[in-house]
């Protein structure tokens, strides 16, 4: 099993979207960076677990946790001239962009925020709160995984 963070803006879809959806299960599209893109089309896998993080957002942080449900396939948005996420160089016998689905486990009693992972000397090489890192889909450790939720339980 592997772990992972990903991103999204909470006024966009939140982890409450998540856990209102259908089977409190949706897919997990738009993502267009290519570095991104290779951790879901190649090692993202069934079971692995997920931190949802808000970004864009105040303040910044960890809200719960998801698990893949459906490894990757092609992600139909790049396909849809009237969707947001529209990359006319993606072609159906050949995408260049894929989604998994994701499934709610559970939304943490309070957010972990920003700053109180980066004051977390536990954490002090999680790639979230590395200089530059604005990936939207990263891998995290089993330590790290594991040090976010003994911090959402205090």
Same mark, same amino acid.
């Given at each position: 099993?592997?772990?992972? *963070?990903?991103?999204? +803006? @909470? +006024?966009v879809?939140?982890?409450? $979207?998540?856990? !209102? ?9 738009? /993502? ?5 893109? &290779?951790?879901?089309?190649? $090692?993202? !896998? ?9 970004? &864009?957002?105040?303040? &910044?942080? #960890?809200?719960?946790?998801? +698990?893949? /449900?459906?490894?990757?396939?092609p $992600? ?11 990359? @006319? !160089? ?37 790639? *979230? #709160?590395? @200089?530059? &890192? ?7 450790? !089993? +330590? ?11």
């Amino acid at each position: 099993m592997k772990y992972w *963070l990903i991103k999204s +803006e @909470p +006024e966009v879809f939140s982890i409450d $979207d998540l856990a !209102k959806a259908k089977n409190q299960t949706t897919h997990w599209d738009g /993502v267009r960076n290519y570095q991104a893109r &290779n951790f879901i089309r190649d $090692d993202m !896998k069934r079971g692995d677990k997920v931190l949802f993080y808000y970004s &864009n957002s105040e303040p &910044n942080a #960890i809200a719960g946790i998801c +698990e893949i /449900v459906k490894e990757a396939y092609p $992600d139909s948005s790049a396909f849809d001239p009237k969707d947001i996420h529209y990359d @006319p !160089k993606s072609k159906k016998d050949s995408p260049a962009w894929f989604m998994v689905d994701i499934k709610f486990v559970k939304k943490f009693s309070r957010v972990i925020p920003l700053n109180e992972i980066k004051a977390n000397k536990k954490l002090q090489k999680m790639r *979230l #709160i590395q @200089p530059g &890192n604005r990936l939207s889909v990263m891998p995290v450790t !089993k +330590e790290e995984f594991e040090e976010i939720e003994k911090m959402a339980s205090r």
